[in-house]
């Protein structure tokens, strides 16, 4: 498959166990985030999203905890699964804009 | 519902050449946006049309262009292509545009290089 992203930050983990990956993001005025997952050879495929009134989110297998002091997001994967590998990427959004400020993202590598 | 699809997949030009490419929104999303995604740049956005109009421009010199047709399909072209084009092209579709009111659905993009 393609390699999206040569220079990013690498989380190893053994299937089973749970993974967090984080991400700071850079202005406070923020008050959307989403986390997006992208497998090799494939576009983003959304995860989950949080607002900026909320602090924790949950979904399947998936939680985001978003600390608005030190603007710092993060993705909690319980379970993780070899399926789970791939690019994560979170992306910032303030209210009416059409625009997301993705970050680099952290490529999760999940050993059987 | 079928996904948003792009064409070509794969595509390699050489440098001052010019290409376009197409990308068609998931049925009833009225907003196309477009990025490049490269390692060392991560995603980067192009622009956003909605309604054939282009709402929103990123930063990138204007051998970038698109446009949106009334069927909400988009194209974008680059001319005079140069080395550092190269990159995979990644459009999004959304019903309304405006990340905050619904999430944007990529499409599996197309990987272009320039030789």
């Known amino acids: 498959g393609e390699s999206v992203g040569l220079h990013l930050p690498t989380l190893s983990v053994q299937e089973g166990d749970n993974s967090i990956i984080n991400c700071a993001y850079s202005?406070?005025?923020?008050?959307?985030f989403i986390w997006y997952k992208q497998e090799s050879g494939k576009g983003p495929q959304f995860i989950i999203d949080i607002r900026s009134n909320m602090d924790k989110r949950q979904g399947q297998r998936v939680t985001v905890l978003l600390n608005k002091t030190v603007k710092h997001l993060s993705l909690q994967i319980a379970a993780t699964q070899p399926g789970d590998s791939a690019v994560y990427f979170c992306?910032?959004?303030?209210?009416?804009?059409?625009?997301?400020?993705f970050g680099r993202g952290t490529s999760l590598i999940v050993h059987p | 519902k079928a996904g948003v699809t792009q064409t070509p997949r794969y595509l390699i030009k050489t440098r001052g050449q010019q290409v376009t490419l197409s990308c068609s929104p998931i049925?009833?999303?009225?907003?196309v946006s477009w990025y490049q995604q490269t390692p060392g740049q991560g995603l980067q956005f192009l622009f956003e049309?909605?309604?054939?109009?282009?709402?929103n421009k990123g930063n990138f010199p204007g051998r970038f262009s698109g446009r949106q047709f009334s069927n909400s399909r988009s194209e974008m072209n680059v001319s005079t292509l140069e080395l550092g084009d190269s990159a995979l092209y990644l459009c999004?579709?959304?019903?309304?545009?405006?990340?905050?009111?619904?999430?944007?659905?990529f499409g599996e993009g197309s990987r272009l290089t320039v030789l």
């Open positions: 049925s009833g999303h009225r907003s």
């Open positions: 992306a910032e959004n303030i209210g009416g804009s059409y625009i997301p400020t």
């Open positions: 202005n406070s005025a923020s008050d959307y």
């Open positions: 049309y909605f309604s054939e109009t282009q709402r």
């Open positions: 999004a579709s959304s019903l309304e545009g405006g990340v905050s009111t619904g999430e944007l659905f």
